[in-house]
């Protein structure tokens, strides 16, 4: 290599095929997603774009830097199958037993099955009207679809009716961080993308779920530790006016006990930024099915449009509620 | 051997660089005004490290072994100048930008368009010149480090200018955004610092020692190891993006071991196996400990690169660690101990005091080892626990903090690292100034007295 232009034409072909994999392609593949049928199969598409105060609401999280000390990004380490039962049906000596019979299999075979608390409850005391008690519930959870199918064709003969969950698991997930893995889709209508190096803070993917209250999450950016004991992240004030009361209080001021009360004669209100930052913050709710990262939707649900968070709750948030002060 | 003015220019210019840098390099400062919140404190930090110091330094030491190395004239040193003064203005716009929240959200691309404009011309003018330069070399011969000066100064322009073109300018949309932007930081951090780094530790080590580089072969491996699959890494394994994009970065990454082994062996046989001779030079000692970092660093990326110890340290504080041991530990160590033989070089002089050069460099070896020894142990730890949902958030981030304390003190010891650096070189150019202006004075005398003496 003793030419300038020999060196010149490595280091291009090298760029070059690296510009060829990491932009063109990602532009060919995800740059031009469009909206998709979720994988529920009903006429909805997803993602939907979000509201415009939620859309000045990334500006403030753009602007201030929260993507430093919050991923939005869920990981999940695989998905497995649950049987549920909606319906005990009108047999229900012979769906007890075809569940009993179900429960000696992961015995039998643990690496295939394993029985859910509702089942391995009925297995050590046995009155057999409480298993099938408070349905719709989940059994068993396995890996193996196939074996699922004829678990629910089993119990589906002795008139009972059951179904088959597709239920993502995961550390991320059992912390209540979200509902399944995220995915390029959920990010289509945002710019920038800011999906996070780091977690300093929780991850905020799915925040809009875990934590709804707009004005909860006022109040946390005012004075974090009120809401949350022990939390590290710091006050963000200077989103938030205090001002002298005049003609009676305004109804959006934030309701501040003890110490971090303002002066009597005095209110805190949140500026705009503070408005939008948390319609964004409510916002981040991606619970669409999707083909690439499927699960099942609670069925009773899974009609209702994928915007409207608090009716899509799924039956695998399973430690949601304990976790909710951690945001 | 000949020097030009336009090079002390570009050494000044990147002391200003530097001052800037020492003066945002305090993070975590918390306070409730909006131009200091963490979120903006610490991408202004890093842009100060990276455009002001890292890159700067790095442009003057590239072009004065161009130079050096051509046996030749900077060409054109004017425009050199202006080119510098241009980076300038565009990164303190930049740093201003991101304080005031006009930061664009990219990671080591925080500065706004607007300033990355400027900052883009600045590198064009120093650049264009440089390559220049090299093309007028009278030493038609290349050695080693040329091949690595030159694809650097060609892969910045591009890979800044598509990078901000295609997030800044003509969006592309959705995730398409974040894998560009990683593939920017990656083609930054590793190809970019590799390149100039290396480039400097195969004439520095070589030079200092008066020994012969080992083997031109393996240090072609090493280029070609580097720009091919440097630039392939970079997209986390978290990164929510079809499979093949974080898995092909894994095994880039992978790869990236055979350019740290192959670093590591040119190295070795080019010193006979001795390392005595780092301790004798402070320049010698700056480049050897970058040396080291580059290949610890180089292993710690190359194993965590593995999927399941990838997984483990995602998002915890082991990434910042390693991330500063490359651009710190082994580039910014690097960029000093040229600095510290060039800069005398350039003036003429001895720097005041050798001293204060030793101190700098057990002071900033020891900043950068109390910034990353604790935060690599916690991030693992960090790590470990997120694993377990029990375990709540609160308490996993409260667990951090104690080694977070430690690294403060590792970013104290490496502020004052740079104070001293600062003055070093500030000593220096106050002496060679004292000096010009001495013969000035004495030049002007002269052609007064004659002038008085004849009537």
Known sequence: ?327 | MLFLSAAVWLLVASVFGLIASIKFHAPGFLADSACLTYGRVRPASANAMLYGFCLQAGLGVALWMLARLGRTMLAAPWLVIVGALCWNLGVAAGLLGILTGGSTGFENLEMPAYAASLVFLGYLMMVVWGVLTFHQRRERQLYVSQWFLFAALFWFPWTYSTANLLLLGFQVRGMAQAVIAWWYSDNLLVVWFGLIGLAAVFYFVPKLTSRDLHSRYLALLTFWMLILFGSWGGIPASAPVPAWMPASSVVATGLGVVTVISVFLNMRRTLGGKCLPFMSDPSLKFIGFGLVAFVIGGFASGIMAWPALGQLTLFTWFIPARDLLNSYGFFAMVMFGAVYYIAPQLVGRQFLSPKLVRAHFWIAAAGVLLFVVPLAVGGILQGLRLRHADIAFTDIAKGTLPFLRVSTMGDLLMALGHVLFLANLAGLVLQFYRARAVSAWKEATAEIQPAEATP
């Open chain 1, 1 to 327: 290599m003793n030419y300038g232009p020999l060196v010149f034409l490595a280091a291009f072909f090298a760029l070059a095929s690296s510009w060829c994999g990491f932009v063109l392609t990602p532009q060919l593949q995800i740059g031009r997603l469009q909206q998709t049928n979720t994988a529920s199969g009903a006429a909805v598409t997803y993602p939907v774009s979000r509201p415009g105060l939620a859309r000045q609401g990334l500006e403030v999280y753009r602007a201030n830097g929260c993507a430093y000390c919050h991923s939005q990004q869920v990981g999940q380490s695989g998905t497995a199958v649950e049987i549920a039962l909606t319906d005990a049906g009108t047999n229900q000596a012979a769906t007890v037993a075809a569940l009993l019979s179900l429960a000696k299999a992961t015995n039998d075979e643990p690496a295939v099955w394993t029985a859910l608390p509702a089942l391995e409850m009925a297995r050590s005391n046995s009155p057999a009207t409480n298993l099938l008690s408070g349905l719709p519930k989940a059994f068993l959870r396995g890996s193996n679809p196939a074996t699922a199918k004829a678990a629910v064709k089993a119990l589906d003969s002795t008139s009972a009716k059951a179904e088959l969950r597709i239920v993502p698991f995961g550390a991320d997930l059992a912390r209540g961080w979200g509902k399944r893995r995220t995915v390029a889709e959920d990010f289509l209508f945002d710019s920038p993308v800011m999906p996070g190096s780091q977690r300093i803070g929780p991850d905020l993917a799915d925040v809009g779920t875990r934590l709804p209250d707009v004005q909860w999450q006022l109040l946390h950016l005012y004075a974090p530790q009120l809401v949350v004991k022990g939390s590290a992240m710091p006050p963000y004030r200077f989103l938030f006016e205090k001002r002298a009361v005049e003609r009676g209080q305004s109804p959006e001021a934030l309701v501040l006990p003890g110490k971090f009360a303002p002066p009597s004669g005095y209110e805190v209100v949140p500026k705009p930024a503070a408005k939008a930052l948390a319609a964004y913050l409510v916002s981040l709710h991606p619970d669409a099915p999707l083909f690439d990262a499927p699960m099942t939707v609670a069925s009773a649900a899974a009609a209702t449009p994928t915007n409207s968070p608090a009716a899509s709750e799924p039956a695998a948030t399973n430690a949601a509620p304990a976790t909710a002060p951690a945001k």
